[in-house]
């Protein structure tokens, strides 16, 4: 038999385990979901999204118990992706090519969540707090390739963070069709404005 401290031990070497499995469940589900918004819309029965996942419905709903829970982890998964991507552009490139490559990235990142555009304009409380959390992850790492951008030379040095943010993700909206290529070029032309030329001769 067992004592209290063998049985202590044996409990605490399953818990990574257990933690592990619950965290691949999790990114299943939010794979799946994605996939099957995107094919049958944000309003797809639950039960089709556990289904693709490989896990039960049960499972599901322990890891989000309302739609919107679900819906809200998908987005704030692709938020922190995004804001994540901004060190490692900085790492990889020269500042003004990592502000050009995150900013561009934006388009990306919105048009992923055109499938769910029916549940974040739809009025529901439970997507209130979104905006101010995307904004907050964001604007400062923005902040941060502007300042870096601008401390080589490459830009002006007088952009504000939030003035260019909101002006990026308007103009990364795809069109009407899906087409994103337009939406790309128009940042692309926004974030070229920053760089610095040399004045005309007069």
Known sequence: MK???????SSSATRPAVRADARRNFDALLQAAMAVFSELGVDAPMRTIADRAGVGVGTLYRHFPERSDLIKALIKRDVLAQADAA???AEELEPAEALAKWMTRLVDFIS??????PALHSGDPAYQALPEFVLGQFTPVLRRLLDAAAASGAIRNDVNASDLLNAG????????????????R????LTDGLRHRPNPKS
């Open 3 to 9: 004592s209290d401290e063998q049985k202590n031990e």
């Open 87 to 89: 060190a490692a552009y």
């Open 112 to 117: 992923t969540k055109k499938a769910l555009g």
């Open 169 to 184: 993700l308007r103009l990364a909206t795809p069109s009407s069709d899906g087409d994103t290529e337009q939406a790309r």
């Open 186 to 189: 128009m940042v692309s032309l």
